[in-house]
């Protein structure tokens, strides 16, 4: 069955410092990898996806995101966190087209941002 | 519009009412998913449509919940009978293309949060 783990629930990190979030899956093929973002009272925001092509994904904000097929990772990382980067972090997996289109989502972190 | 739009935003209830949540995705979007959230949890889906099909109901927890698109652009998530456990933020997204293709990404809205009591 389908399935991602997202290991750390919470997070804190200073401003300016470095930042990974962690995201593991399970799927029987090759999947369509996502990191959205949502803050307080907000819907979801894609930061990014994974289709295939270059392991190494660029997105919106600064991030980027690194698919590991030998670890099943698709691990979320940014050189410098700004303050207004603090919100919840979601990595989903999706089934290729012409299926439903549903996602599976992590059960999130929530990244702190120390002054 | 120029968004996903949820109405209501909150919504109380009291244990055994019906509610019904309304969803307006993007014009023109084909694909429409509502997803739901329980506190401190990721989303999880409950069922999306093409267009006024329901193609895939397969996760509604049970069938209080029903959900219907009759013309294809506004969609709404009902549920009977409302219980505890029913209260989550209830989110709906859209996407231009059939078949779920998820290559442009989906649209969320801001999701009405139900709180049953």
């Known amino acids: 069955a389908q399935s991602v783990t997202q290991p750390d629930i919470h997070i804190t990190v200073s401003e300016g410092a470095s930042l990974e979030l962690r995201c593991n899956y399970s799927?029987?093929?090759?999947?369509?990898l996502f990191w959205y973002v949502q803050s307080p009272g907000q819907g979801l925001q894609l930061l990014l996806k994974?289709?295939?092509?270059?392991?190494l994904v660029q997105g919106i904000k600064g991030f980027e995101a690194e698919f590991k097929r030998s670890q099943s990772s698709f691990n979320l990382r940014k050189p410098s966190v700004h303050w207004s980067d603090a919100a919840e972090y979601f990595c989903?997996?999706?089934?290729?087209?012409?299926?439903?289109?549903?996602?599976?989502f992590g059960q999130g972190t929530t990244l702190q941002v120390k002054p | 519009g120029a968004g996903v739009s949820q109405s209501p935003r909150y919504k109380v209830a009291k244990r055994g009412q019906d509610v019904a949540l309304r969803c307006d995705p993007i014009?023109?979007?084909?694909?429409l998913f509502w997803y739901q959230q329980a506190l401190g949890q990721g989303p999880e889906f409950l069922t999306y449509?093409?267009?006024?099909?329901?193609?895939?109901k397969s996760g509604l927890p049970s069938d209080r919940f029903f959900a219907e698109r009759p013309e294809g652009s506004v969609s709404t998530l009902k549920i009977q009978r409302t219980q505890q456990e029913d209260s989550a933020v209830y989110l709906c997204a859209s996407s231009p293309l059939t078949g779920g293709d998820p290559l442009y990404g989906y649209t969320f809205g801001s999701g009405t949060r139900l709180t049953v009591v």
């Open positions: 449509f093409q267009n006024e099909a329901q193609l895939d």
């Open positions: 014009s023109g979007h084909v694909s």
């Open positions: 799927y029987g093929a090759t999947p369509y």
């Open positions: 989903a997996v999706g089934a290729p087209p012409g299926n439903t289109g549903k996602l599976i």
């Open positions: 994974y289709f295939s092509g270059d392991t």
